[in-house]
Antibody, heavy 118, light 108 residues
């Protein structure tokens, strides 16, 4: 059974940093791309970032490019999202989702809440 | 960027009724690379349909997808109590992945 478990969400100050983690199990982790997708309170879904199975290739939404970094550790079946220069508009539930670049997302974690406020 | 417009914003129906949800793209979606997701309150999204009409593993056959180009439809043939939720479409035919704004299906 595929499981994705996010952690690391919390309250952060504007301009601050956070690192999110997503622990994966139930599939051959290194064989699949992974994504972060976010949802602001009461709003729709926004794709944030994608990383290839090897970790060599990454893609970002324009809204986070240059501030967020996606990475992965295939030895520990974990994908990360390093979030720097946080803004109030980054407040959202962040979901980890399995899927290759330019594909659909076939499994999702339960999400972790990031709140950016002073 | 391909903008996806979902309609209606809210659909009020009774259990057992048929639901028809629309997703219209601002430009043609390559190779019908269009997916549908269901999100129940307090839960993560769940993949229902990919490639415009292929059901994901474990999805009941009362859910069906159709369409191509710029117009896509999700149909729920007979609403069950657990189907009252928000539904999102997503296109993955371009480098800029985008979602629609969602359609809420609520109980009449």
């Amino acid at each position: 059974e595929v499981q994705l478990v996010e952690s690391g969400g919390s309250l952060a100050q504007p301009g601050g940093s956070l690192r999110l983690s997503c622990a994966a199990s139930g599939f051959t982790f290194s064989g699949y791309g992974m994504n972060w997708v976010r949802q602001a309170p009461g709003k729709g879904l926004e794709w944030v970032a994608n990383i290839s199975g090897s970790g060599a290739i990454t893609y970002y939404a324009d809204s986070v490019k240059g501030r967020f970094t996606i990475s992965r550790d295939n030895s520990n079946n974990t994908v990360y999202l390093q979030m720097n220069s946080l803004r109030a508009e980054d407040t959202a539930i962040y979901y980890c989702a399995k899927g290759s670049w330019r594909s659909f997302f076939d499994f999702w974690g339960q999400g972790t809440l990031v709140t950016v406020s002073s | 960027e391909i903008v996806l417009t979902q309609s209606p914003g809210t659909l009020s129906l009774s259990p057992g009724e048929r639901a028809t949800l629309s997703c219209r793209a601002s430009q043609s979606v390559a190779s019908s690379y269009l997916a549908w997701y269901q999100q129940r309150p307090g839960q993560a999204p769940r993949l229902l349909i990919y490639g415009a009409y292929s059901r994901a593993i474990g999805i009941p056959d009362r859910f069906s997808g159709s369409g191509s180009g710029t117009d896509f439809t999700l149909t729920i043939s007979r609403l069950e109590p657990e189907d009252f939720a928000v539904y999102y479409c997503q296109q993955y035919g371009s480098s800029f992945l985008t979602f629609g704004g969602g359609t809420k299906v609520d109980i009449k």
